[in-house]
């Protein structure tokens, strides 16, 4: 009776993780046919204008204001998403900035069970000379992962986590910093949101080196390698506001940085926060990814009692992983 017991619970499981795989399966077999049936009328347009809900006060311009590109140089793309928005470039082949904004509410509404759907695809809304492909992405020396801006961790959906994998939506990220550093930002950042009151809006953004010449560019469609990576957290209940602030490549996870500090490193100063430096050129704010003075460099954050819990946790799950294994071995034989 036992054993029926166990093979009945055993099979109710796996019925259910079959479901919701299938459940979610009709979103990742249009990821890889037919990408553009991801995106609605209002998405496939060039255009913030089916997603300034995304933005702080409704209002894109107070967040991509600062990046003009009059000479066409950078060839910038607005792209929507369902939960969020991306400033792409078609000269780089990544995204530039993606804005998000989550709540409690919204997290805790996130399906459960929620599956990555690991289905990378070239956003079909950008140009052939302006695509990425995951391709570019091999055989790359040092490694890099295909980097989320916008995180699958954050995603609602089914439909919005496929949507996360767009290639619009990646950058070429140090496999090390993207796993550990980096996760653990994405990560940290989720636990807030879940805790705190109000609107969170997360802007994520990448900065390159001050000479194109010594940019790193991958594969045959030669996708530019960003220096550095910023995360800006701004919560409008709590008027609070911090940035996270890393090199691209092997890292502890930086303290954060207030924005105003931000501000005097980068030179970027988006306009639904107060600041009184001046704003520069787009080329500036975009190439000012070799200082040395990045905050990564001020040592790991995770605190002492951050790690004991990550290797209990850990020790933790082996422990009931063996004791399962070999529960399932003793029933049979």
Same mark, same amino acid.
């Given at each position: ?61 107070? #967040? ?33 900035? #993606?804005? /998000? $904004? !989550? ?52 995603? !609602? ?15 070429? %990220?140090?496999? *090390? ?6 996760? $653990? @930002? ?15 809006? @997360?802007? =994520? ?15 045959? *469609?030669? #996708? ?13 209940? /709590? ?21 105003? /500090? ?31 003075? =990045? ?29 399962? %294994?070999?529960?399932?071995?003793? @029933?049979? *034989?």
């Amino acid at each position: 009776m036992k054993i029926q017991n166990f093979l009945l619970a055993s099979s109710l499981i796996f019925s259910f993780s079959a479901f919701a795989k299938d459940n979610s399966s009709e979103y990742a077999v249009l990821a890889k046919k037919q990408p553009i049936a991801l995106y609605n009328s209002a998405q496939k347009k060039n255009s913030f204008e089916g997603c300034e809900r995304l933005f702080p006060n409704n209002n894109s311009n107070d #967040v991509v204001g600062l990046y003009t590109d009059h000479n066409g140089l950078w060839r910038f793309r607005k792209l929507c998403s369902d939960n969020f928005a991306v400033l792409y470039s078609d000269r780089t082949k990544t995204p530039i900035l #993606v804005v /998000e $904004k !989550l709540n409690a509410a919204s997290l805790n509404k996130r399906k459960k069970g929620l599956e990555r759907t690991d289905i990378f695809y070239t956003d079909p809304r950008t140009p052939t000379n302006g695509q990425a492909k995951a391709s570019d992405y091999k055989n790359a020396n040092p490694g890099v992962d295909k980097g989320h801006l916008a995180p699958a961790g954050n995603a !609602l959906t089914e439909k919005g986590m496929a949507q996360t994998f767009a290639m619009s939506n990646m950058i070429p %990220q140090d496999s *090390n910093n993207n796993r550990q550093a980096w996760n $653990k @930002i994405e990560t940290d950042v989720r636990k807030y949101i879940t805790r705190s009151k109000g609107d969170t809006y @997360i802007l =994520t953004g990448v900065l390159f080196d001050k000479n194109e010449k010594s940019t790193v560019k991958l594969g045959k *469609n030669q #996708v530019w390698k960003p220096t550095r990576l910023f995360k800006l957290v701004y919560n409008t209940d /709590e008027n609070r506001s911090w940035v996270y602030l890393v090199d691209n490549a092997p890292t502890t996870v930086p303290k954060p940085i207030s924005y105003p /500090e931000f501000v005097k490193k980068t030179k970027l100063q988006f306009n639904f926060l107060d600041s009184n430096e001046p704003v520069p050129a787009t080329n500036e704010i975009l190439t000012n990814g070799s200082s040395n003075d =990045t905050a990564s460099n001020n040592g790991g954050h995770e605190s002492a009692q951050d790690k004991f819990f990550t290797l209990i946790l850990h020790q933790v799950s082996e422990f009931l992983k063996n004791m399962l %294994q070999a529960f399932i071995s003793k @029933i049979l *034989n």
